[in-house]
């Protein structure tokens, strides 16, 4: 008896949340129906273009139809990872990548504790401003003012250093392959850093007063309150951050490295994509550059499963 | 719950609103397209070069345009040549009506282009008459002889300044007593004589000498210095043997490594300025603007801005006079070698074309003798007059011309239009015996400041041109130039020369700013390097495209 019933029991779960299932969809058609837009948008937008992917395993010739196009299997991949080039900016486009999702990612989070601890709210509220300013330029005109700073004749930071005495010549910073990454970095993270802070900045004002109350009271000072509360206090929004630049290291884009870049310093400034732009685009070579891009996507899948590996041991979350 | 119930449907309002912003945009657009013959009508074009200039159809001479042809040019401007959005173009099928290209292979390979020749035959009496014979130059190929792009150079051009050359300041010579510059030794002694006498100028660090290097301008200015230093004419990256046709990438010619060594040597001494490589060309044309650049090398056209601003400025004994140097005296210089007529960079009517047979009665309105008087000389009673059956450039006007940076804005004039067409060169007369440009011989006089009236008269020339050997001198290029031979598509051609591009760009400065003992060992790096990168393939098959030109021209 009791065994049947326990079967009959079971199977008509079974049922009922099959039947629940559809009775769910039904009751909630409109809810299916609204969000059906978006899943065609994302269709449209982000799975139809690969489609085009094709193109890498074809001579692709513009004009004539899909049909009459010649394939030629993985003639361009293999051509690709025989060059030279491509290396070099696979190894620039990592770097860059690396350095940005390191130091952009943290000193935002140091900046917003330490603005935090200011006590004059007239002068926290001007730096603010005045830090999150650069996000809103572009950076054509960023890479002017870092070009212009950097430059040896006339340049504020060549003048600094020799006015101190620390050098009796100019540096030309922009000429030296081996500064490229560290300006590109510093660059991105003067543009962005006050920007990035803004939300950590949010975070830390939900904080609960008592705690660090609590906190005095217990004679905790001003960096054990920093380390022990507000930094487990603004945790989750940190980990949410995290997940969207990991999110992002997909797009480090090229705009800085044309603009900041020159002759000299190719080979560390060129990055995947405007070696796509300058192969594919460029010369006509859609193939070729078609096969550049998706071994672009193939690194970012790559850096978005490193970086979620190395994030889960950390916190035993997953991004994914 | 209510409060999301009113933000939802603000957003879906907000959005409706948009969508249908969006669809009424649509209905205007249809609407303007359609245009009868007699009626008005908007062409489209794509420039595959800036206008700063560009003055919408507004100015006087871009109002008289539309009134005699009901057609109003609605130009995108591009800042890198069409490279990019050419193709892009190509890759999504969509096309202006019509198209300035800098070499259209792409666009003929993608069957983009319609023949002009039947149309210009039919409709274009004044295109015809203008280019003659050498309409031939136009022909795409052997095996296909339809005209895609119309020229939209100067014919049969006499320029009255030369276009590329060392430009040093008035000041500097005048200083030094005049001397002598016609090698790269009397450029280098000059400047350092100068640059010990006065190391700084109004305050600031005098810069030897400088060049302009931000992107594409480094092969104008420093690369293209290679040839021009050692007799070769302007054929972009190859240099044509005239005889042969064998074409060889001109940094492989051993005497050009003397140029680039030299250069070594200025950086060497601190003459060279060590941002040469780094600057963009704002900063570069700020540099010369301030007065402190003793001299340059490179194009005319990299030199206007510097100029014009420190004529504004009024420091015009710091302004630039133009010396045909080269390398030694066994060299002359080919700045006046001429290509006969440019064809390759030009005009096309695409397959999208509203009214091909408008667009090109459009084009050859352009190149009658009228509206090119027009488009160089402006209106008459408004921007010259006719004085004893002559044109004339009131005084007041002149002085507008030379100092108004916005004149070609307000008025029409020049290369906002001139650049659709063929047009005529310098020199060439109309009916009435006159020259059709305004740049004649007196004009050039007329417009010298003081200082480099002074200059000239100490050298004994009337002109900066007639330091230069004339055009008279070498004979037509039977290939034209070079770089504007387009490559067709399926040639690896385009790849190879990226490459050895890419090589050259990084390489060549890098052997410049090396200590002398190591320039050796860098140059012959970048020999290897250029080999490495199959360039010897790239020579024979741009050999082959020579000939092949050659013998569609001549035929």
Redesign the interface.
Known sequence: MEITRKAYSKSSAIQKKKKTFWKAAKNQKMLYAMSLPFVIWVFVFNYLPVWGWTMAFQNFTPGISFFEQEWVGLDHFIALFQDERFYLTLRNTLAMSFLGLLFGFTIPIIFAILLNEVRHSLFKRTIQTITYLPHFVSWVVVAGIVTKMLSTDGGVVNDILMGMGIIDQPFQFMAKENWFWGIVTVSDIWKEMGWNAIIFLAAIAGLDPQLYEAAKVDGANRFRRMWHITLPGIRPTILVVLILNIGHLIQIGFEKQMLLGNSLVVDYSEVLELYALNYGIGLGEFSYGTAIGIFNSVVSIFLLFLANGIFKRYSNQSVM | MKELKKIFSLIFIVALLSFMVACQDNEEDVASDSGDDDGTIELTVFDSDTNSDWEEMKSPVGQKIVEDTGVTLKPEFDIEGG??KI??M??S?EYPDMILSKGGG?LV????LIDLAPLIEEHAPNIKKMLGEELNRLKWSKEDPSIYVLTNAAVENQAMSPNFGAWVQHAVVKELGYPKIRTLEDLESVIREYKELHPTIDG??T?GLSMN?DEWR?QSAFLNSGFMMTGGSDDGEYFIDPETFDATLHYRRPIEKKVFEWYNKMNAEGLL???T????H??YTA?LASGRVLATIGPDYLMYEGQSALREAGMEERMYGQYPVTLNEDYVSHAYHSNGLQAGWGISITKDCKDPVRAIKFLDYLASEETQIMLNWGIEGEHYEIVDGKRVIPEEEREKRNNDKDYLKKTGIGYNFLRYVPHWGDGVVDSTGQTITVNTREEAIKNQTDIEKEVLAAYDVELWKDLYPAMEEFPVKAWGAAYNISIP??SDL??LN??AL?VT??LV??AV?TSPDQFDEIWSKFMTNLEKNNIEKAEEEYTQLIKDRVELWNN
């Open positions: 490279q990019t193709p892009l190509i890759a099928g792409q390979e993608a069957e983009a600031q660090k810069i290097t480094i300025d060590s941002e490589f780094v600057q963009k704002d900063q540099k598509a399926s385009k790849v990226q490459r890419d760009k990084k400065p890098e700013l």
